[in-house]
């Protein structure tokens, strides 16, 4: 498989923003902090590369209005990282981490409808992310829908805008990419959007990845063939992934035991997005680390 290089640098920003989440100040409801660049446990979200404008919350129970929680941030590249150049934006999204978190996804086998769309989507995941808002670093100024948000900070200052999540955060992302289109749609000259998926979960059922596609103009998904969560919900209950089709519908399935796959082809390790970075480009220095000092 050719080297994804660019693709594998999101997977680890993705990654970042996960063990941010760890490293909060006050555990499970704690504001992020942005490590500094000589941060031996991340790759790429860090003050060497990003300043932090601000965080992306929701509850992490969302059917009995649970924790308020740090769930990503709105991130501003100083230091080129490819493909970001200075000036860009990047919005990350983490993954699940709590026991309420997990009944969120188990309750994805759900469906409801989303507003809008045709179709139907996982409740589990949809009912999150109508819970989701921007607020600054400290946790304040609220704000939402949070799409609308981060359009208002980059028509002031524009930039492209880049989106990646892995696992739930993947999930939440393909909701997040579909407002944030709309909204920076509405920004001129236009923005360049681009939203990347990483192991996600279905978000929806055939009806609604179908009206997806037709109105998300570009997207990236990448999933490994034997990673069980890209499984989930299942197909048997009406569950689709992402549509490919054309350069700008890229759904890319990494193919079983893959050239840097994690050893065993454990449930942990086919979902690592530390192994997804090192298959998608053997080659990255920061994989490479992080993985040593992981043992792997």
């Keep these: 498989m050719p080297p994804y290089d660019e693709y594998a640098v999101m997977v680890l920003c993705a990654a970042d923003v996960d063990t941010i989440w760890h490293d909060l100040p006050a555990p499970n409801t704690g504001n992020p902090r942005l490590p500094g660049p000589a941060a031996h446990r991340y790759a790429y979200v860090t003050t060497e590369y990003f300043t932090a ?23 501003r590249c100083i230091r080129a990282l490819k493909p970001l ?5 990047l919005v990350a999204l983490r993954g699940t981490m709590t026991s309420d978190e997990w009944q969120n996804d188990v309750m994805a086998v759900c469906k409801t409808s989303a507003a809008g769309w045709h179709g139907q989507v996982g409740d589990g995941f949809w009912g999150v992310y109508q819970t989701m808002t921007l607020n600054d670093l400290n946790g ?16 002031a200052e524009r930039g492209n805008v880049y989106l990646a999540g892995h696992s739930l955060g993947a999930a939440l992302a393909t909701y997040l990419a579909a407002d944030l289109q709309r909204t920076l749609a509405a920004i001129a000259p236009p923005i360049t959007f681009y939203p990347y998926f990483f192991a996600s979960p279905m978000t929806g059922t055939q009806d609604f990845v179908d009206d997806y596609q037709s109105r998300v103009s570009f997207y990236t998904l990448v999933n490994y063939a034997i990673d069980l969560v890209p499984a989930v919900p299942p197909q048997l209950l009406g569950f689709r992934s992402l549509n490919g089709g054309g350069p700008t519908h890229d759904v890319h399935v990494i193919p079983r035991l893959a050239p840097g796959a994690l050893m065993p082809p454990t449930v942990p390790n086919n979902h690592s997005p530390l192994g997804y970075a090192r298959m998608l480009d053997p080659a990255n220095p920061a994989a490479q680390t992080l993985l040593r000092a992981a043992g792997l």
């Design 53 to 75: 404008l601000a965080q992306l919350r929701c509850d992490d129970q969302f059917v009995s209005k649970g924790e308020n929680v740090y769930y990503g941030l709105v991130l």
């Design 85 to 89: 150049n200075v000036g860009d934006y």
């Design 140 to 155: 304040g100024d609220e704000r939402s829908p949070p799409a609308a948000a981060i359009a208002a900070m980059v028509r």
